[in-house]
C-alpha cells in the first residue's frame, strides 16, 4: 500500500535551516508529482510547494519563493525540500502528498507529518 | 491567487442529520479542479471528493459534492460521530489553494 513518511523536522533558530524528507513507498515514484503542504498550529492547510513527476516544474507559493527548495531523488524515492531563512511563521507541520494523477490534481495520499518550530 | 471562502466556520449538528457545506472561489474553477478533504485531530488530511463530485477510493456514499464556476457544496447526508473534523475545499485549477476550513461537530 502507499505509504508516505516524513522525517527531518525539529527545532531551528529564525535564520536557519533544514531539510525535510518524505519517503515513498507502494507506488511508483517517478509517474507521480508530489507536493508539500503545512499547517501552522491551529491553522488551516497552506500548500507550499509541486514538482513534477519527472522534476521538470517546481512551483512554489509566493511567501517562500527564494527561500525553499523542492527536490526528488527517483532513485531513492524520495522527496525532499529544502528550508532556509526560516521565519517565525513558517513554523508548522509539514505534510508531502502525492497527486491522484497528473500534475493539476487532488493529493490521494498524505504521509503524517513533520513538525517544524522556529524559535530562538 | 484563487481565494476560496467556506461557510460556515463551524456546524453544529445531531447524528442522523444532514450537513451541508459551502465553498465559494473569488474567480470561476473548473469543476474538474475542486476537491473536499477531512482532517481529524492529529491527523493527515483525507481525500474525500475530487473533481468536484467524484468519490475517493473507499469513501462512503454518505459524502457528497456539487457545484461548479464559484460555488460548490460538500453534503453529508446522514451525519455519524466520526464525521466530527475539520472540512477543506482546495482548488488546483490555477496554482494550489485550499479553504480556511469548516469544523462539524456533532452533537
Known amino acids: 500500500q502507499v505509504q508516505l513518511v516524513e522525517s527531518g523536522g525539529g527545532v531551528v533558530q529564525p535564520g536557519g535551516s533544514l531539510r525535510l524528507s518524505c519517503a515513498a513507498s507502494?507506488?511508483?515514484?517517478?509517474?507521480?508529482?508530489m507536493h508539500w503542504v503545512r499547517q501552522a498550529p491551529g491553522k488551516g492547510l497552506e500548500w507550499v510547494a509541486f514538482i513534477q513527476n519527472d522534476g521538470s516544474n517546481k512551483y512554489y507559493v509566493d511567501s517562500v519563493k527564494g527561500r525553499f527548495t523542492i527536490s526528488r531523488d527517483q532513485t531513492k524515492n524520495m522527496l525532499y525540500l529544502q528550508l532556509k531563512s526560516l521565519r517565525a511563521e513558517d513554523a508548522a507541520v509539514y505534510y508531502c502528498a502525492k497527486v491522484l494523477s497528473g500534475s493539476y490534481s487532488a493529493s490521494d495520499k498524505w504521509g503524517q507529518g513533520t513538525k517544524v518550530t522556529v524559535s530562538s | 491567487e484563487i481565494v476560496l471562502t467556506q461557510s460556515p466556520g463551524t456546524l453544529s449538528l445531531s447524528p442522523g442529520e444532514r450537513a451541508t457545506l459551502s465553498c465559494r472561489a473569488s474567480?470561476?474553477?473548473?469543476?474538474?479542479?475542486l476537491a473536499w478533504y477531512q482532517q481529524k485531530p492529529g491527523q493527515a488530511p483525507r481525500l474525500l471528493i475530487y473533481g468536484a463530485s467524484s468519490r475517493a477510493t473507499g469513501i462512503p456514499d454518505r459524502f457528497s459534492g456539487s457545484g461548479s464556476g464559484t460555488d460548490f457544496i460538500f453534503t453529508i447526508s446522514r451525519l455519524e460521530p466520526e464525521d466530527s473534523a475539520v472540512y477543506y475545499c482546495h482548488q488546483y485549477s490555477s496554482s494550489w489553494t485550499f479553504g480556511q476550513g469548516t469544523k462539524v461537530e456533532i452533537k
Open positions: 507502494g507506488f511508483t515514484f517517478t509517474s507521480y508529482g
Open positions: 474567480q470561476s474553477v473548473s469543476s474538474t479542479y
